[in-house]
């Protein structure tokens, strides 16, 4: 049991594949049963995790690369589908994002230093799902725009937040570890 969290994680991970899939076959209603399944596998995931004490390594990478995975396909989707320039700057202002995340984890994780979630990025994640289940829903004849496009453009300024709010209070701990790295070193050549 212990390793549910992680294994709902990886079914997330598979149902990117499986969303895509349903979307570009023109099954809608079916691709987004699967992304709002997915959303509540990523909601169930993370508490079954930190209401047992599982939260593991493995989880605090997989959890949010399945979930970052899904929202962007699901944008790029929904920009093939509709192609509206609107929806093509939302996907390359959350894949730049994303970008600078990964380039920030990777720094983090030279740094052994693994981040984890909070409060904006949550925000950000809700959002990022409601948006998407609106703009699919307008696939389905139900007129939500521009609603939908609020939501996302929200999710997206979010998102930024969290960007800056995790530099702030993450990146800090990555230079502490090498201070006081170099303050061990430093103590022991003394003796």
Known sequence: MRHLPNILSGLRLILVGVFVMLFRAGSYLPAL??????????VLDGQIARANGWVS???????????????????????????????????????LKELLMIIGGLFMVKHRVVAMADWPGKIATG?????????????????????????????????????????????????QKKTDSQTNEKQLSEH
């Open 33 to 42: 049963c699967v992304f709002v399944f997915a959303f509540f596998t990523d």
């Open 127 to 175: 959002l990022f799902a409601v948006g998407v289940m609106l703009s699919l829903l307008s696939f389905l004849s139900l007129n939500v725009e521009p609603y939908n496009l609020y939501i996302l453009g929200l999710a997206t300024a979010m998102s930024y937040f969290a960007l800056v709010f995790y530099a702030a209070t993450q990146l800090p701990r990555a230079f």
């Open 57 to 95: 390594n493995l989880g605090k990478l997989l959890d949010p690369l399945a979930d970052k995975l899904m929202t962007l396909a699901a944008l790029v989707c929904i920009y093939l589908g509709k192609l509206k320039t609107i929806y093509l700057v939302l996907f390359l202002l959350m894949a």
